[in-house]
């Protein structure tokens, strides 16, 4: 019965989560003083000093269940199309709600290098592990659109890629220990169009999808 629902309505919750976590941070600035969206990661709300750390860190643990939840319709929507691609899809959608918000809201960013221990490690390494999820899900769809031989998919997943992998790259730049050296401001700007872009493959495939069951 539950899984029925979540196949039915799991888009619906697809579209909460992406609407949610973009507005997070324009939201949360207001009580955080100084805070800048240029510069700042917004991960720096659920910082150890943060006054907004508890607000931050529910507010994320629920983000993450419902890209949890939504795994079901998205494998239900692409499993004819191709079965194998459509579970990994579903998997890369739901290590990105357990990745970069469930673990993210349960365990604390370190607010300076003192402060780093396991639990900011593990922060730090689900939530990236939850960039490269959703990417690797955007070639996913792009395969899968594909097949389905939806032009319009085909044309802009491969932009959208691209330009995911731009501002990923971007925004890891500091933590790459070959290249580390090169200083790259505004990383705040970076990890925003990052994840818009990231995002935006989902947000047009639950649309869509969402648009077919109508018709």
Known sequence: MVLKLLKEYG???????IISEIALPFILAHYYPNYSQI??????????DSPTKWAFKIWEIINGT???LSAPAIYERFKE?????????????????IGDCIITGLFDRAA???????TSLLHNYASGA????????????FWLYRQEKN???IVFLPLIFIAAMVFMF?????????ISQFQVSHRGLWQRLNLWFLYLPYFLTAIQSLLIKKS
Request: overall charge negative.
């Open 66 to 68: 419902l890209f949890v």
């Open 81 to 97: 199309t191709n079965q194998k691609f459509s579970l990994i899809l579903s998997l890369m959608v739901v290590v990105f709600g």
């Open 112 to 118: 300076n290098e003192s402060e780093v221990d396991f």
């Open 151 to 153: 032009e319009i998919f």
């Open 11 to 17: 888009f619906y919750l697809l579209l909460l989560a």
């Open 39 to 48: 510069n700042n990661l917004i991960s720096t709300f659920g910082e150890t």
């Open 170 to 178: 971007l925004f890891a730049m500091p933590k790459i220990p070959i």
């Open 130 to 141: 939850g960039f490269v999820a959703l990417l690797l899900g955007t070639f996913l769809l």
